[in-house]
């Protein structure tokens, strides 16, 4: 059996040209390589996710939605698995992280860190994660900015705390260290950061590790 493949998830605050990259990084790759984004709106619990993100007025309860979220990533979990093992590169487009940081970030009492963590024990972790940032405001005046539930620049203020919060105190510093890597986007082009991209996973590639890691 050849090397397992590797998992790459590129994370980071919103419309900062997460699914751009990662489309590009997959069509870097090519054919050893399978591209998974999150929500994965097209199976029936991601559908259960895209009524509630177009629709505002959604009465499901901020604890079911996020247990939908997690659910969603478990129904993946196994081809995630398998293709790592058949020596397929997987990339993410959001994955656990954002789970946490969007719940958390709601401030709903009795949602904290650690119960929005506990329904992802177990998930793969990436071997890889590439977290990208911008400076203040920037993602607003992209496209598509506000069409969702999520898309207030207030609520992605609070949410870009909770994700910094999270990594510094929730994930570990090896993890930080050396699995790891937050990219400025801001004022680079599509052109330029998928540069980045490419040689932070060839360089992740390179290096290889056996052993699956696990949130
Ligand atoms: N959510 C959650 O609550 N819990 C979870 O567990 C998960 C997600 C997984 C929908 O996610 C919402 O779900 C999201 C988090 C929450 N809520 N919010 N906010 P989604 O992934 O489906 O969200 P999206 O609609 O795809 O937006 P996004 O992912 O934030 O955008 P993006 O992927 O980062 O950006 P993009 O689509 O690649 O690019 C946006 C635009 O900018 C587009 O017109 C590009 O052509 C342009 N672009 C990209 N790069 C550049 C550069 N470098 N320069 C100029 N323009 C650029
Ligand atoms: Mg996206």
């Known amino acids: 059996m050849g090397p397992r493949g590797r998992l790459i998830l590129i994370e980071g605050l919103d419309r900062t040209g997460k699914s751009t990259q990662a489309e590009l990084l997959a069509c870097e ?10 929500p994965d709106r097209t199976t029936p619990v991601g559908q259960l996710i895209d009524d509630y993100l177009k629709n505002r007025h959604n009465p499901l309860p901020d604890q079911a939605i996020h247990l939908l979220f997690s659910a969603n990533r478990w129904e993946a979990a196994r081809r995630i698995e398998s293709a ?22 709601k401030n709903v009492p009795g949602m ?21 940032m911008n400076n203040g405001h920037e993602s607003e005046q992209r496209a598509g900015f506000g069409d969702e539930r999520y898309e207030t620049v207030q609520f992605q203020d609070r949410v870009k705390h909770t994700f910094l919060e999270l990594f510094e105190t929730w994930e570990n510093a090896s993890y930080r260290e050396n699995n790891m890597r937050f990219l400025n986007v801001a004022n680079k082009s599509i052109t330029e950061v998928a540069l980045e991209v490419k040689q932070i996973a060839e360089k992740c590639i390179r290096q290889g590790q056996d052993e699956i890691l696990r949130f």
């Open 29 to 38: 790759l090519g054919s050893n390589s399978v591209l998974l984004k999150f």
């Open 84 to 105: 790592l093992f058949a020596g397929k590169h997987v990339i993410l487009d959001r994955y656990v992280y954002s789970g946490a940081a969007y719940s958390c970030a």
């Open 112 to 132: 904290d860190m650690k119960w929005c963590l506990d329904p992802e024990r177990g998930l793969i972790k990436p071997d890889f994660t590439i977290f990208f």
